[in-house]
T-cell receptor, first 113, second 115 residues
């Protein structure tokens, strides 16, 4: 069974641009969660999608948004990038409930210059 | 507000030595508790979790953790560390009820293993 796939693996953007990250969950998993990981703040929850609906949301500004498609694939978008958005963005999937077991992708490393 | 504290930022142990990584949580009731490991270049992997019942939880790779409500702790242990255990370890917790349950993560403990 293929694991969680995130693309691209690395991204370099400049301030003010926008970016879209993609996540393909494990086949059969319907819940997809997104996290931002930085050395100073650790892992911070962005949002969780289940069956194309946002089920939970963290404390991030509206520049961070996401969506989930009918095949459970998910995308997250960050608009008007700021230097502080530089981070590793992790996607995790689970069958139903993210509090049972999360399967993480390797992440997308975003650098904002 | 709910929080998770991992007091040790970095720990170094010798191969074959025992290991204990500390985790303290702050929550009004018994939360769900997790330990994940992040190896270099790899995604996070669940080691073990506690929802209820027996307070000593067995996980993968020979790890175990003990939930102590009196100390609000969920420390991770391994009796004999292998060089391949060098990684970043994260403790996480979530409320066990309610509609707004989110995983709250500690900042992690980096484990180095000396040969």
């Amino acid at each position: 069974k293929a694991g969680v796939t995130q693309t691209p693996r690395y991204l370099i953007k400049t301030r003010g641009q926008q970016v879209t990250l993609s996540c393909s969950p494990i086949s059969g998993h319907r819940s997809v969660s997104w996290y931002q990981q930085t050395p100073g703040q650790g892992l911070q929850f962005l949002f969780e999608y289940f069956s194309e609906t946002q089920r939970n949301k963290g404390n991030f500004p509206g520049r961070f948004s996401g969506r989930q498609f009918s095949n459970s694939r998910s995308e997250m978008n960050v608009s008007t990038l700021e230097l502080g958005d530089s981070a590793l963005y992790l996607c995790a999937s689970s069958y139903n409930d993210p509090y049972e077991k999360l399967f993480f992708g390797s992440g997308t490393q975003l650098s904002v210059l | 507000a709910q929080s998770v504290t991992q007091p040790d930022i970095h720990i170094t142990v010798s191969e074959g030595a025992s290991l204990e990584l500390r985790c303290n949580y702050s929550y009004g009731a018994t939360p769900y508790l997790f330990w994940y490991v992040q190896s270099p270049g790899q995604g996070l992997q669940l080691l073990l979790k506690y929802f209820s019942g027996d307070t000593l939880v067995q996980g993968i790779k020979g790890f175990e953790a003990e939930f102590k409500t009196s100390q609000s702790s969920f420390n991770l242990r391994k009796p004999s560390v292998h060089w391949s255990d060098a990684a970043e370890y994260f403790c996480a917790s979530s409320p066990n009820a309610g509609n707004n349950r989110k995983l709250i993560w500690g900042l992690g403990t980096s484990l180095a293993v000396n040969p």
